[in-house]
């Protein structure tokens, strides 16, 4: 019963021409740049340099994401503008690899040698310029976070 009606499916199948289609879907980073989300890319330094380089002229001054990929939709190639409160940040433990001088030359680096107290780390998120105590709130409790986690793997 339910077996030949199965092969019988599957022979229609094989025998019909399906035509099959491209289908865009927005994925993590699009959603990000238009409502305006954080977004953590862990491990950076694991990544292709190739698909980086893709994000250098959404990290320049007024940068925008041309999506290429996408392919031509109503005559034209869709570029966004981030949203003002995109943010994008990339973490990664150099003693597993880097990533380009171009990249890092798009952005503010911080090097965390060691867990720091909130009192250490607040004051030096406010020396690069991380406005607000909200933000120095919060990555400071991603940095307690990710060093409790890190703690356990050892050099």
Same mark, same amino acid.
């Given at each position: 019963?339910?077996?030949?009606?199965?092969l019988a499916? +599957?022979?229609a199948l094989n025998s019909a021409t399906v035509a099959g289609a491209f289908r865009w879907s927005d994925g993590v980073l699009i959603e990000a740049l238009r409502h305006g989300h954080w977004l953590l890319i862990d491990n950076v330094n694991f990544c292709n340099p190739a698909v980086l380089d893709r +994000?250098? =002229? +959404?990290l320049e001054p007024n940068g925008v994401l041309v999506l290429?990929?996408?392919g031509?939709?109503?005559n034209s190639i869709e570029v966004i503008r981030p949203h003002p409160n995109f943010r994008l940040i990339f973490a990664m433990d150099p003693r597993r690899g880097e990533i380009s001088r171009a990249m890092r030359n798009? =952005?503010?680096e911080l090097y965390l040698p060691a867990p720091l107290g909130p009192a250490c780390f607040s004051r030096l998120l406010h020396s690069v =310029? +991380?406005?607000g105590h909200a933000a120095v709130s919060?990555?400071?409790r991603f940095h307690a976070h990710a060093s409790t986690l890190l703690s356990g793997l050892g050099p």
């Amino acid at each position: 019963g339910e077996i030949k009606q199965g092969l019988a499916s +599957l022979a229609a199948l094989n025998s019909a021409t399906v035509a099959g289609a491209f289908r865009w879907s927005d994925g993590v980073l699009i959603e990000a740049l238009r409502h305006g989300h954080w977004l953590l890319i862990d491990n950076v330094n694991f990544c292709n340099p190739a698909v980086l380089d893709r +994000l250098n =002229g +959404l990290l320049e001054p007024n940068g925008v994401l041309v999506l290429g990929e996408k392919g031509i939709v109503y005559n034209s190639i869709e570029v966004i503008r981030p949203h003002p409160n995109f943010r994008l940040i990339f973490a990664m433990d150099p003693r597993r690899g880097e990533i380009s001088r171009a990249m890092r030359n798009r =952005g503010i680096e911080l090097y965390l040698p060691a867990p720091l107290g909130p009192a250490c780390f607040s004051r030096l998120l406010h020396s690069v =310029g +991380l406005p607000g105590h909200a933000a120095v709130s919060v990555f400071d409790r991603f940095h307690a976070h990710a060093s409790t986690l890190l703690s356990g793997l050892g050099p």
